[in-house]
Nanobody
Framework: QVQLVESGGGLVQSGDSLRLSCVAS????????VGWFRQAPGKEREGPLG????????DYADSVKGRFTVSRDNAENTVFLQMTDLKPEDTAVYLC???????????????????????WGQGTQVTVSS
């Protein structure tokens, strides 16, 4: 059983940056693609905003491309979401999800791109004031 715990959220001002962390336990992230999602009040979950593949690849939604960067530190079993130039419309609960994906060879993590995942964290709140 993989457990994911997000952290790093908070209240920031428009234009600020934040780095979110998704720490895994129960398994090594070497074998999991990880995606970041968000859900704003009254809205459907959006994402994946960024995906970190087991082959070191990364991919982004058009809505955040150029502002958000996903990275991973497998030694720390952690995936990060660096967010810059934050806007009030980025206000949401941010969640990470993991999909099993053997890196040899890595395949496209189809479940994450369908908004699904094998495991989900509880989320961390990001609030951006104008």
């Amino acid at each position: 059983q993989v457990q994911l715990v997000e952290s790093g959220g908070g209240l920031v001002q428009s234009g600020d940056s934040l780095r979110l962390s998704c720490v895994a336990s129960g398994a090594t992230l070497d074998y999991y693609a990880v995606g970041w999602f968000r859900q704003a009040p009254g809205k459907e979950r959006e994402g994946p905003l960024g995906v970190s593949g087991t082959d070191g690849s990364s991919d982004y939604a058009d809505s955040v491309k150029g502002r958000f960067t996903v990275s991973r530190d497998n030694a720390e079993n952690t995936v990060f979401l660096q967010m810059t130039d934050l806007k009030p419309e980025d206000t949401a609960v941010y969640l990470c999800a993991a999909e099993y994906n053997d890196p040899n060879p890595a395949r496209r993590p189809a479940a994450l791109y369908e908004g699904l995942g094998d495991y989900w964290g509880q989320g961390t709140q990001v609030t951006v004031s104008s």
